[in-house]
């Protein structure tokens, strides 16, 4: 049997490079041979055991590649041909699809419901951080790149890109709107983009670091605070002269920035929680209007699919957004477990690596 290398958990604080077979291809399948793939936040986590996968699990859910087989009953597609499959592999037909919801596809189950059922690659399935990854459903997800672009300028579309405009899309804005984008990590830099794209007129980024507060500068964002240094909440109520902004959106995941956003609110303000949060929420009082504020509180799990795919890929082959500056480091997947220390710590001003087997 043919065989690959690929990133597998071994257990909590192991993720090593070995040998596994080469998946074999069902008729609704595709078999993609990875050409540049990355390492994601979540990845960290798995790493780290904060959240639990099988052992023995191909990581990573961010692929580029080519067709390298196709299932018998898959049209549409030709091997050899460029692509990229999203983080989010909706199959297309699930009662979560049909009601608009492709990212949690499989959250509904016969125990139960389930968050995240939408998320396989490196979750519930082998991932892509390998030589290939078999695609599931792949007429649903397989979305072809447009010649011209290369493997860094869409590397972003499969997870952060679609998941930091998705937080700025649902959130609703409008053209006139003033935006607080709480963390400008990798997501929370594409929600900084994505803001401007939908039509706000200013958009202010929070970090503490300058390096990232430097990229959210590059990015479009009108105003940085280094929240090391000034208090966010009295800075963003300084910049808007007491009103508040229309959305604030938090990308970190932490009770601090979440009732930060809350606090600049303007009455009536929506916000959009990116976070992925690891302990209880406490919404405050005062901050929440004691709910009589209009306040709108969203969430977003990653759009997934061809579509979504092929809508973002179209932006950046408009040349309407360049997001390459943020591939920071590349690896060879040798290499993987050498970036994961190095992200995984987050040194040398580090945003995302680029993997390439």
């Known amino acids: 049997m043919a065989r690959m290398k690929a990133a597998i958990f071994v257990e909590p604080g192991r993720i090593v490079l070995d040998d596994k077979p080469i998946p074999d291809v069902g008729p609704l399948d595709a078999l993609m041979r990875v050409t540049t793939t990355t390492i994601c936040g979540t990845d960290v986590h798995i790493l780290k055991g904060e959240y639990p996968v099988a052992k023995g699990l191909t990581v990573g859910h961010e692929p580029v590649g080519v067709i390298d087989k196709l299932g018998s009953a898959v049209k549409g597609y030709t091997e050899g041909q460029r692509v990229i499959a999203g983080a989010i592999t909706p199959s297309g037909w699930s009662n979560a699809c049909l009601c608009g919801a492709g990212s949690q596809d499989g959250a509904c ?22 030589e290939y990854v078999l695609v599931p459903d792949a007429m649903a997800n397989l979305a072809p790149v447009p010649d011209g672009l290369t493997d860094e300028q869409v590397l972003m ?18 053209i006139g709107d003033t935006v ?33 507060l430097s990229m959210a500068r590059t990015m479009g964002a009108d105003h940085t605070i280094d929240s090391s240094k000034l208090d966010p909440v009295e800075e963003i109520l300084r910049l808007t002269a007491g009103r ?30 990116l976070g992925v949060y690891s302990t209880d929420l406490r919404i405050p009082l005062g901050a929440f209007a004691a709910g009589l504020g209009d306040h709108r509180i969203i969430t977003t799990l990653c759009p997934g699919g061809k579509e979504r795919m092929r809508r973002l890929m179209s932006v950046i082959e408009a040349r309407r957004v360049d997001l390459g ?18 992200f995984g710590h987050q040194r040398d001003g580090v945003l995302k690596v680029a993997i390439t087997p």
């Open 244 to 273: 508040g902004v229309d959305v604030a959106i938090e990308a970190l995941g932490t009770q601090q920035t979440f009732e930060a956003c809350l606090q600049v609110l303007r009455p009536g303000g929506t916000l959009s929680s």
């Open 157 to 174: 579309c499969p997870d952060i890109m679609s998941t930091g405009f998705s937080g700025a899309e649902r959130a609703g804005i409008r």
């Open 109 to 130: 189950t016969a125990h139960g419901w389930k968050p995240l059922g939408g998320w396989k690659f490196g979750n519930t399935i082998d991932g892509c951080q390998a």
């Open 180 to 212: 607080a984008v709480f963390a400008q990590g990798p997501i929370g830099l594409c929600a900084t983009v994505g803001a401007r794209l939908c039509g706000a007129s200013v958009v202010i980024g929070v970090d503490r670091l300058p390096d990232r």
């Open 325 to 342: 500056a943020m591939v920071t480091h590349r690896f060879k997947l040798e290499e993987i477990e050498a970036a994961y220390e190095l």
